[in-house]
């Protein structure tokens, strides 16, 4: 299915401080930036990150730079293509947006391990995914005042922590942390294992002390994501586990 974006006169009419002489403006600042592909950015991509720094020029400048020189440097912008590979990470690997917000209005992007058998995930390629599909649907959604990641850790082994490439991670963490453009509202992980302590562990040096406040963990058969979001509105996989273990 092809994919249709959002319109842009659409987001003019949405937000009265976006006005087409600002993208405009923009737009001739990145042509003179010879580093960045003025071709290949998007009267879009420009709202999207212009929203996402609350309508700051500077801000919005930087975030663009950012943003396309990340898509250079980091090994999961690489192949962006739906090969074999994209496909055996979607087989083992669900990452789907959720049509219901959070209580705070934020969309959440729901994760989900669909294979138990470790060695069929390639955390690359599952990163690779997530930022492909976030991209799609950015695209199709246009803005949005910030999003959360849900990650169900019910499947998630050690095993699975194991195949977590440290170089990539670091990666991953500074595109959440500086390089998207659309803000990272919450993190949780919901039904957490007795072993969240060690991905904590592996993860915890590559966040700012900033966005250690952004992280959620939810034990498993808890109910406390209720607190953000309403469990029913999770996919029944993982509404079933909540509400099983709580009986």
């Known amino acids: 299915m092809a994919i249709e974006a959002i319109s842009v006169q659409y987001e003019y009419k949405k937000h009265v401080n976006i006005r087409q002489e600002m993208v405009e403006n923009l737009r001739e600042w990145i042509r003179k930036q010879p580093h960045l592909p003025a071709e290949f950015i998007t009267d879009l991509d420009i709202i999207l990150a212009f929203h996402c720094c609350e309508y700051d020029t500077e801000r919005t400048k930087h975030l663009i730079d950012l943003n396309f020189t990340v898509r250079t440097l980091f090994s999961f912008y690489q192949n962006r293509e739906v090969n074999e590979c994209i496909e055996k990470a979607l087989d083992t690997w669900l990452v789907t947006p959720l049509s219901t917000s959070t209580k705070k209005g934020y969309r959440p992007i729901y994760c989900q391990i669909l294979d138990s058998d470790p060695n069929k995930f390639v955390y690359q390629d599952a990163v690779r995914a997530f930022t492909m599909i976030v991209d799609l649907w950015q695209y199709e959604e246009g803005t949005v005042p910030g999003i959360v990641i849900i990650l169900n850790m ?55 002390d900033t966005f250690l406040n952004v992280i959620k963990v939810h034990e498993a058969g808890s109910k406390t994501i209720e607190e953000y979001f309403p469990i029913a509105a999770l996919p029944e996989e993982s509404t079933g586990i909540i509400l099983k273990e709580n009986k």
Do not use: T
């Open 154 to 208: 019910k499947d998630v082994s050690l095993g699975h922590i194991s195949q977590i490439d440290l170089i990539v991670a670091r990666q991953f963490f500074y595109y959440l942390q500086e390089g998207m453009i659309v803000k990272l509202k919450e993190f949780h992980f919901i039904n957490a294992p007795s072993h969240m302590d060690k991905l904590m562990m592996m993860i915890r040096p590559l966040m700012k």
